[in-house]
């Protein structure tokens, strides 16, 4: 059975379903809150929050990516479950082939790539309790591809015969970015910048706490730029749209500096971070021709769609 998972430092995201990459844990059941919201799995009770887990480059370093990453698949498994996609065995262990992604500069360091792979792996079937039910799973193989790329797969048709194509991914703490001419991948230029909306979160907490003594979390944040100005004064809203205007026109003109000219590619912006930031993104000056993958699991849909093709090409 295959899964697919994108591990995001700030969200996590399955086929059907996106949380935030936060986990804690503790003894005993959790007395309230929705039961879709924790599992019981290695002895304690694993309960997601909305209080992200710090950035990590390699996150194959912390065990929190693999919990977080079983709790995805377990909702997977509930949800097909549910759904009648799925006949559940109180006693059978589900093989899981788990689809999974890094930025695109990241799969050039081999070390890396096997740290994921092994990191994910479980040698023994694990036991999970979610929802009521007793999920017995062993994930047997891990394949890895690249995020942007794979949410591009989504949108082939649009851009496949294009010239030069631009792939901006913006996520938590990267933004990843992909070139692609005549739907060929440009490996010069393929990379990853430590430039995404954590960045910006970090920044507007930053200042307004100097500015106005004010705490403003991300989840504000969030808020803010899609029109609730109702828990902040008009002068802090006003404060976080300006910063992000800022953020949108650095991040954009960095391309610049890196000799990729903006509006002579046809640009395609895709992850969470793209679609918060879209109206900031569509007022720029420095872009001509541009469209936005809304859907924020894009990624998830692309690794399926690249394991189809990978296993299609492997039979001839």
Known sequence: MQIAVDTGNKQIKTKHFTFVSGITSQDTAPMMGSPELFMRFDGKYYILTNKRIPYQRDKSE??????????????????????????YEKNKVYPITLL???????????NVCKNFKRYFRTPEPIDIVYMGKKWNIKITKVKIFPQCYAAMMTNM??????NRVLGIDIGGFTADYIMLRKGELDIEYTDSLENGVITLYQQIKKICQARYGTRVEELDVDDILKGDYSNFDEEICQAVISITKEFVHKLLYSFKEM?????????????????????????????????FIDDINANVTGYELLNYVQKKGSQH
């Open 62 to 87: 912390t065990p929190a990516f693999f919990t977080l990453t079983i709790m995805g698949i377990v909702k997977e498994l509930d949800y097909m479950c549910r759904h009648e996609q799925l006949a």
């Open 259 to 291: 000799d990729i000219d903006l509006k002579t590619a046809y640009v395609v912006f895709m992850g969470g971070g793209s679609v918060l930031l879209k109206q900031f993104i569509s007022e720029s000056d420095l872009l001509r021709n541009f469209t």
């Open 100 to 110: 999974a992604g890094l930025p695109p500069a990241h799969l050039q360091d081999i």
């Open 157 to 162: 048709g649009d851009i496949n015969n294009r």
